[in-house]
């Protein structure tokens, strides 16, 4: 049970190949965790963050981000409407998490 929604974007150190439709490996993976109390904004909200990390340069720039503090604001550069941030970060290097807490769901 949490109360409001959380993210954490990971860059790994190795390329997992998940025979994706694009057969491109994965470097990147952004999780979502979402209130079930919240469930009427999740979508709006996904679809957002996928319209972001859909964008070539925001995937280019996040990989090339040597701190949490550049890899967000990447991830702020680009509107989000329908979420604000209070964030929390550790360091951002391959296989380490950048934890960024939502609120407003």
Not at 14 to 39: E, K, M, R
Request: with cysteine.
């Amino acid at each position: 049970m949490i109360s409001s929604p959380a993210a954490s974007l990971t860059r790994l150190a190795q390329l997992i190949d998940f025979d994706g439709p694009n057969d491109d490996p994965v470097d990147l993976i952004y999780t979502i965790l979402w209130p079930a109390s919240a469930t009427s904004a999740f979508l709006p909200a996904l679809s957002q963050i996928c319209r972001l990390l859909r964008a070539s340069q925001v995937r280019a720039r996040l990989r090339q981000a040597r701190t949490s503090d550049e890899a967000l604001a990447i991830l702020e550069a680009k509107p989000v409407p329908a979420i604000s941030t209070n964030l929390h970060t550790c360091c951002f290097e391959p296989g380490v998490l950048v934890s960024r807490h939502l609120s407003n769901a």
